[in-house]
């Protein structure tokens, strides 16, 4: 099967938009592991996105866009392949402990990040074993 005919049958399923979900929540699975394993250091301010806003930003549009791949190349347009937003949490002065890294919610985080993208994995599976019995089925 050609690349041409290959991507015109994955564009045409949800497979794109889930690949951006699971793009997204592997990053934040990164984030919150970085605040884990800062929990004790410090001064370190702890990391997340507006994961709501970053997903709507990722499988919102439709259109066609440049992508740069490699860091050298000119971003053309809006095709800086701008990742999510970062957010450092904002300095308490009340803080008593080390950092503000709240470690229940990290792993409560990092618990419902997990499950979220097992979720999205075993939807993706999905639509390759039908796209997979589609090609199957048909005798050409």
């Known amino acids: 099967m050609s690349n041409i005919v290959r991507d015109a049958i994955i564009n045409k399923t949800n497979l794109p ?3 951006r979900m699971m793009d997204l929540t592997a990053f934040r699975h990164k984030l919150i ?3 884990i394993a800062n929990v004790t250091t410090p001064g370190y301010r702890s990391q997340s996105i507006d994961f709501d806003s970053e997903l709507r930003k990722a499988t919102g549009a439709k259109s066609s ?3 740069v791949t490699d860091p ?3 971003p053309v347009g809006s095709a800086r392949n701008e990742g999510p937003k970062v957010r450092l949490s904002e300095p308490s002065e009340n803080t008593t402990s080390v950092n503000d890294v709240d470690i229940d919610r990290e792993m409560g985080d ?4 997990s499950l979220l993208f097992e979720l999205e994995a075993k939807l993706a599976g999905s639509k390759f074993k039908a796209i997979k019995s589609a090609i ?3 005798k050409i």
């Open 17 to 19: 938009a889930l690949k």
């Open 33 to 35: 592991a970085s605040n």
């Open 65 to 67: 866009r440049l992508v």
């Open 72 to 74: 050298k190349h000119i």
């Open 110 to 113: 990092l618990a419902q990040n």
């Open 136 to 138: 199957r089925g048909r």
